[in-house]
């Protein structure tokens, strides 16, 4: 049986644009012989639609869609995903399904039956689950849909971290499927593509059934979908294989395939192609054609560049220098050398002069205050301001360039470096921001040695370096990520050998920064836990474990 796989790039609310993507690989896949073409999870509607499923023109559209795409089906089956109307009172209202087409009928609808409500997902808000799932028939064949999460709840694989008591999976094959076909949209993140082909591989070896699992790929909004579609034999061995972080199109012959090794890139390559798929979708779904952004000559704003210009293009990417009094010459320098060696346009607006008015203004009524932080902020705000000004005068996107290292402890300005529509690597830890920025100049040099050497500084006072107020970056990371993603107590990590002070300090800022993360554009998701839609802290609250 040759099945083709559609791994496609959908755009949410796009139906004419999704539709024209199925159709284009369907008609393809037909023209090659398949006898199926399967696409992702929700491949009408886009993924993940979230509240515009409230919105009944929505859903009425995404049903026109699914009857015309029927209307094109021939001989060649067609498995597409799509939103569905509930029947079941009481009951939620819609369904995540998918139907299988042919010959300008609808063979089979399938819903989804396990539905993920933990980290970004939130389905069990919309969706009814699936009460049965049996196979469908298909040309002689019992085909096992499912649809995502279904296929991720295997005993044996989990074990204690399963969540839900049904397996569809398991429940297919005992009802006789002879081929699991599963239509996802699963986010990647840091170690998920190895994941998924433990996982998808373990499945299909117990079961002893050839299983085609069809990834989205794709940026929508703070999610990126890696693609990396997989098609597993009877055995359990890889047969077949979609791009990373790019569409793609399989056909691939269930009784003939021979198996292949799995290969990934390392880390630092397969997060470069994650956010430079992310910034690219975020701007061009959201009608974008350029970016801007402040370059101070630190690390941070070099690798947000050097991911801009690898998603849009040097010339739809303009940099920007503000300096003040406190800008080192070597500072000016680094940014000037980055956007040469990019071959972005780039332009230097002091802030020096509106600094010293500003400050002027507000002499009398800061009279016999010394200066603090506050003369710090004026100067992060004014660059908002200028680059702002930038964005709505040239219609480029201005992007923040912070990590997540800095958003966790509140090292950044509400209002100043804070301003823009994306921020790019704010789920990167500031030691990741270095690996990636030497793995983009593991060939020659494109990011100033300098700027990889030099001390991390917001330069707003004299001699200023992050390490004043910070902890060593290596040791923030490490608790950040002990207290954030692997939710330890504040004695447990002081128990891995952290110094106490270290530790207490750090879980202060960061439970007192909840209200300008909250606050933050939005960023691009790349590690297990992201500050953003994955994780839901109450601002107004009065718990504190230390």
């Not at 099945?3 to 959908?10: F, G, R």
């Not at 933990?118 to 808000?125: L, M």
């Not at 447990?492 to 800022?509: C, M, P, Q, S």
Request: some cysteine.
């Amino acid at each position: 049986m040759k099945i083709a796989l559609a791994q496609i790039n959908t755009t949410i609310g796009d139906f004419a644009g999704n539709r024209d993507k199925i159709l284009d690989a369907y008609r393809r896949g037909a023209q090659a012989g398949a006898a199926l073409v399967v696409t992702p999870e929700l491949a009408i509607a886009g993924y993940p639609p979230r509240d515009l499923l409230l919105r009944p023109a929505f859903v009425a559209g995404n049903l026109r869609t699914l009857e015309e795409l029927g209307d094109a089906t021939g001989a060649a089956g067609l498995v597409v995903g799509f939103v569905g109307r509930s029947q079941l009172r009481p009951g939620r209202e819609f369904t995540n399904s998918v139907a299988l087409l042919q010959n300008g009928q609808v063979l089979a609808i399938r819903s989804k039956t396990l539905l993920p409500t933990y980290d970004v997902f939130d389905e069990d808000r919309y969706f009814e689950p699936a009460a049965e799932n049996p196979p469908a028939n298909f040309d002689g064949r019992a085909l096992g849909l499912t649809i995502c999460e279904d296929i991720w709840n295997d005993e044996d694989f989990w074990r204690d971290r399963r969540r839900y008591r049904k397996n569809p999976t398991r429940e297919l094959v005992k009802a006789g499927a002879e081929v699991i076909l599963n239509c996802s949209a699963s986010p990647w993140q840091l170690g998920k593509t190895k994941t998924r082909f433990d996982m998808v591989g373990s499945v299909a070896a117990k079961t002893g059934r050839p299983i085609v699992y069809c990834n989205l790929v794709g940026g929508n909004d703070d999610l990126v979908f890696d693609g990396n579609s997989m098609v597993f034999d009877a055995r359990g061995r890889l047969v077949a294989k979609g791009a990373a972080f790019a569409e793609d199109f399989l056909m691939v012959d269930l009784d003939q395939a021979q198996p292949m090794e799995l290969v990934e890139g390392c880390e630092e390559e397969q997060v470069y192609h994650a956010l430079v798929l992310g910034l690219r979708d975020y701007l061009h779904k959201c009608g974008f054609r350029s970016a801007l952004l402040g370059l101070s000559g630190g690390i941070d704003s070099a690798l947000t560049a050097c991911l801009a210009v690898a998603a849009l293009g040097p010339q739809n990417v303009h940099g920007i220098s503000l300096p003040s009094q406190f800008s080192s010459q070597g500072s000016l320098d680094d940014a000037r050398a980055l956007a040469a060696n990019l071959g972005i346009r780039y332009d230097v607006i002091p802030i020096q002069k509106p600094f010293e008015a500003v400050k002027a203004e507000l002499k009398d009524i800061f009279a016999g205050r010394p200066e603090d932080v506050t003369e710090e902020n004026i100067q992060a705000r004014l660059r908002g301001v200028t680059l702002m000004a930038l964005s709505n005068k040239f219609g480029s996107l201005l992007l923040t360039t912070g990590n997540k290292s800095e958003s966790a402890v509140g090292y950044c300005t509400l209002y100043g470096d804070m301003c823009g529509g994306l921020s790019v690597i704010s789920d990167l830890p500031k030691q990741m921001v270095y690996r990636l920025s030497r793995w983009i100049n593991r060939e020659r040099e494109i990011i100033p040695q300098s700027s990889l050497a030099k001390a991390p500084s917001a330069e707003l006072r004299p001699n200023q370096t992050d390490q004043d107020s910070l902890p060593p970056y290596d040791t923030l990371d490490a608790i950040l990520e002990a207290y954030v993603v692997e939710c330890k107590s504040a004695a447990e990590i002081i128990a891995a050998g952290f110094n106490e002070a270290d530790v207490r300090r750090v879980i202060r800022l960061i439970d007192l920064s909840e209200y300008k993360r909250r606050q933050a554009a939005p960023g691009l998701k790349v590690t297990s836990k992201a500050f953003g839609v994955g994780r839901r802290i109450p601002i107004a609250q009065r718990y504190r474990e230390i």
